[in-house]
């Protein structure tokens, strides 16, 4: 199995600040990463497939970027509304896996 | 829209069985993978199980096989999971998502809000 490890597991910053998650998968998965937005009681929204591509109607100061096996989701100045959980997850082979989450906290 | 819409959790013995649900709307269901992902208290996301959009060929994770069944009904626009011999590991919120019309592993751009399965004495 293709274990997924992000960085911070938590993370405080502001309103305005640039944010940068990391996900690092154990073997190379090419681009077959993803990104995920989760808040409390919501369904998981998709902002970012094969790496770096932006879903649609998602703001564009999400961005993501990578290849083989580091990762990374940036917010490039925090909304109010950005205030979440984010994981990432491999589409590269079964099993499917996620990364276990990153806890963005105002602070 | 789309939307996908669950309903079947609840609290159920160690060893007892469920079946969840999932309607989905505002697309042509029977175009799509789709999938079973839970997440458990405190926990990540884990992907459980998927069927293909003709319900061809079906694949679970290691620790549901032989447990959990994905099915469909293309006519109903309805996933299925029925879980058997549940364990209290399996305690968790359950969501359905859409995957692609052409591949079996992909993102997943719609997701269910969930349903939360206790197993518990």
């Known amino acids: 199995d293709i274990q997924m490890t992000q960085s911070p597991s938590s993370l405080s910053a502001s309103v305005g600040d640039r944010v940068t998650i990391t996900c690092r998968a154990s073997q190379s998965i090419s681009s077959y990463l993803n990104w995920y937005q989760q808040k409390p009681g919501k369904a998981p929204k998709l902002l970012i497939y094969a790496a770096s591509r932006l879903q649609s109607g998602v703001p564009s100061r999400f961005s993501g970027s990578g290849s083989g096996t580091d990762f990374t989701l940036t917010i490039s100045s925090l909304q109010p509304e950005d205030f979440a959980s984010y994981s990432c997850?491999?589409?590269?082979?079964?099993?499917?896996?996620f990364g276990q989450g990153t806890r963005l906290e105002i602070k | 829209q789309v939307q996908l819409v669950e309903s079947g959790g609840g609290l159920v013995k160690p060893g007892g069985s469920l079946r969840l649900s999932c309607a989905a709307s505002g697309f042509t269901f029977s175009d799509y993978y789709m999938y079973w992902i839970r997440q458990a208290p405190g926990k990540g996301l884990e992907w459980v199980s998927y069927?293909?959009?003709?319900?061809?060929?079906?694949n679970y994770a290691d620790s549901v096989k032989g447990r959990f069944t994905i099915s469909r009904d293309n006519a109903k626009n309805s996933l299925y999971l029925q879980m058997n011999s549940l364990r209290a590991e399996d305690t968790a919120v359950y969501h359905c998502a859409r995957g692609s019309t052409w591949i079996q592993l992909s993102e997943f751009d719609y997701w269910g809000q969930g349903t939360l399965v206790t197993v518990s004495s």
């Open positions: 069927i293909h959009y003709s319900s061809t060929y079906t």
């Open positions: 997850q491999q589409s590269y082979s079964t099993p499917i896996t």
